[in-house]
DNA sequence: CTTCGAGCATAAGCCATCCTTGGAGTGATC
DNA sequence: GATCACTCCAAGGATGGCTTATGCTCGAAG
C-alpha cells in the first residue's frame, strides 16, 4: 500500500493536458513526441497514484472524469507556474536580467568600474549592477560572506601580508605603479622619474589606511620612515594638499588618472613599486552568467587603459 | 546540447525547496527521507537543466544564488498549487466532496432514490448528486453519450425489445410487479388477485408511453386488446382517473407506493408481471468513489422497500 | 455483411534515471 | 591535533519510463 504513496509530477500534469485538449492518447502523444503507449502508461500511473480513474474511455472519444476535470482545472496554473519559473531562471542565465552585487576600492569604482559597467549595460541591458565601496581586507570578507558576488582587490609585490586567495577565482585585470605626487614648482617636478629616497626629507600626505601602512613600508625600504602630516583616503584632497605645497605624496596611478591633476606633477617612481588589481569571486559564483559577464567587462575595461 | 533541453519536475523543486530551508543537503535529505547524494545529484541534474548555479557553497552553509532564489520564490506557489489539486482529487476519491449525475425514471425517483440519497447524503456529506428524469431507453443513451454517470433503468422480464446493456455494468436493484388498480367499488376491488383477462371489458388508463407498450403487449398475450380511454404519464393522475371510476389501469408497485390511493384498490396481478429493476453505469465510471458509493446506496435501499 | 482504419491496452525489452553504498577530502569545533 | 559533520565522487543495483510489437474493439466505408 505504501507503494501506491507516489506524488504527482509535472510530466503527469503535462501528459493529462495534452489528452484533454487532444481528446486522445495517440494524439497527446503525437504533441508530447512520444508514443500512445506511454501516455497510456502515464495515465495508469497517475490514476493508481490519485487512487481514482480520471478518463473515461466512451466508446471512441475520451472524456474527463470529475477528479479529471478537477486536476485539468489545476494543472495549468501549475504548469504556467513552472514555465514562468523557467522563464525568469533562464533570463537571468541568458543575462537578461539579474543582479550581480560587486565591491570596489575606491580608486577601482572611480576608473576600472564605470567603464566595465557601461560596456556590460550596452551588452545586456536587462543586468543590474549595484556597486559597494570597501578596501581589500573588507571586500574579500564581504565575499566570502556572501554579502557580494565579485570583489576587486588588489595586492602590492612583495607586500609582507599576503591574503590567502587560495580557495578563490582569482582574475588578474592589470599591475598598477605607484607614482609620486609633487608640488608644480617642486624641483623634482619636471624629472623622468625619481627614486623615493629622492623625497625622504619632504612632509608627506598619506593615502588610505593601507596605502598608508604600504608608504611606511615602501620607505623603511628605502632606509628612512616618512613624517606624515596629513593623511586622508580622499584622493582629491590627497592631491588638493599636494598642490598647496604642503607636502608629497605616493599614489596609485590608477587614483591620480581619476583626479585632474591641479598644481602637481606625477612623476613615476623607480624603482617601480607596482600592485596588482585583481577580481575576485568564490568558485560557485564564477559559472554565473551574471557574474562572469561582469568579470569580462572588468578584464576589457582593464586592458585598454 | 539537445540533452540539457530536460524541464524541471517537480521533484526538483520539492528538493531545491527542503535545500533552502534547512540549509545544507544532509538536512535536506533526512526531511525528504533520502540520502544526501540523492539530494546533491538531484540539485546538479536541477542546475545543468536550468543551465545556471543555484546554490553556492560557501563554507559551511549553503546559499541561493539569485536565480536560485527566483526558483524557490516560484516553488512555493507551485507546489502549493499541486498540493491543493491531490486535495480535491483526494476530497472526490474520498467521498469528501463530487458530484454524481444521476438519471432515473419517475417512479424510481419518487421512491428508491430520495431513500439512497438521503442514505448518501448521511454517510458523506460532501458529496452531490444531480437528479434527472429520463425513461430508459432515453437515460442509457445519456449514459453512453458521458451526460450522467449512473442510470436507473428497467426492464420488463420477456420483453421483446431487449436493450442491449452487454457493455455496461448492470447492477440489479429489485424486481417490480405489477398491480391492478380498481375504483374501490369495482366487483374486484376485494379480491386477493385478478388476472389480466378478468379486466378485458374495461376501460383502460394508459401510463407512459413505454408502459402503455407493455400494457398493449401483456393484454395481447391475454388475448385481446385494451381499449384505451386515457393516457397520461402523470402517476397521480392516473390514479386519480381510476378513483373517479373512468376505468382501469396497471402500474407498477413502485409507482403506486408514492401516491395516496384514493378511491381506488391495487389488485395483484396473477399471473405477475415483473420488471427487473437496475442501476447502469458505464465500466469505466464504476470504480470512481462517488458512482460506487452512491450506486451502493441504492442497493441498499432496494432491500428494505 | 465484411473490410479497413484508428485507437487503446498489454507485454517484453532496452535504456535512462535515480538512489544507495562506500570512500576521500575539507572545514569547523573541541 | 583529533573528531565530527558535511560534501563530492564513483560504482552498483533497482526502479521507472519509453519503445516496439501484438491483440482487441469500435466505427466507418465498401
Known amino acids: ?50 487512487g481514482t480513474p480520471l ?8 472524456r474527463l472524469t470529475q477528479a479529471g476535470e478537477a486536476l485539468v482545472r489545476h494543472a495549468s496554473g501549475i504548469l504556467a ?24 576600492f575606491p580608486s577601482g569604482s572611480s576608473t576600472l568600474v564605470p567603464a566595465a559597467l557601461a560596456a556590460l549595460r550596452a551588452a545586456h541591458p536587462g543586468t543590474r549592477v549595484s556597486l559597494e565601496e570597501a578596501e581589500p581586507p573588507r571586500s574579500v570578507e564581504l565575499l566570502r560572506e556572501g554579502d557580494c558576488d565579485l570583489a576587486l582587490a588588489f595586492r602590492y609585490e612583495g607586500a609582507a601580508t599576503a591574503e ?3 580557495d578563490l577565482v582569482v582574475r588578474p585585470l592589470l599591475t598598477d605603479r605607484l607614482v609620486a605626487l609633487v608640488p608644480e614648482r617642486h624641483p623634482l617636478a619636471r624629472a623622468e622619474s ?17 596605502c598608508r601602512g604600504q608608504l611606511v613600508q615602501v620607505c623603511e625600504g628605502a632606509g628612512f620612515t616618512p613624517r606624515i602630516d ?17 607636502g608629497v605624496a605616493v599614489l596609485p596611478q590608477l587614483a591620480v588618472e ?9 612623476v613615476r617612481l623607480e624603482p617601480a613599486v607596482r ?12 559559472p554565473v552568467p551574471t557574474v562572469a559577464a561582469t568579470l569580462e567587462q572588468l578584464a576589457r575595461a582593464a586592458r585598454r587603459p
Chains 1, 2 share one sequence.
Do not use: N
Open 1 to 50: 500500500m505504501a507503494y501506491a504513496r507516489r506524488v504527482i509530477e509535472a510530466r503527469h500534469l503535462r501528459v493529462l493536458r495534452a489528452v484533454a485538449t487532444t481528446g486522445s492518447f495517440s494524439a497527446a502523444g503525437r504533441e508530447l513526441g512520444c508514443t500512445q503507449p506511454a501516455v497510456s502508461q502515464q495515465m495508469k500511473a497517475l490514476e493508481t497514484s490519485v
Open 55 to 62: 478518463l473515461v474511455r466512451a466508446g471512441r472519444e475520451m
Open 81 to 104: 507556474g513552472l514555465t514562468a519559473a523557467e522563464e525568469e531562471v533562464a533570463a537571468i542565465a541568458g543575462l537578461r536580467a539579474g543582479r550581480v552585487r560587486l565591491v570596489s
Open 164 to 166: 590567502d586567495w587560495d
Open 194 to 210: 625619481v627614486a623615493i629616497g629622492e623625497l625622504a626629507g619632504e612632509p608627506w600626505i598619506a593615502g588610505c589606511p593601507r
Open 230 to 246: 596629513f593623511a586622508t583616503d580622499d584622493y582629491p584632497a590627497v592631491v588638493g594638499l599636494v598642490g598647496a605645497g604642503l
Open 258 to 266: 581619476s583626479v585632474r591633476p591641479r598644481g602637481v606633477r606625477a
Open 275 to 286: 600592485r596588482k588589481i585583481v577580481a575576485l569571486t568564490l568558485p560557485d559564483l564564477a
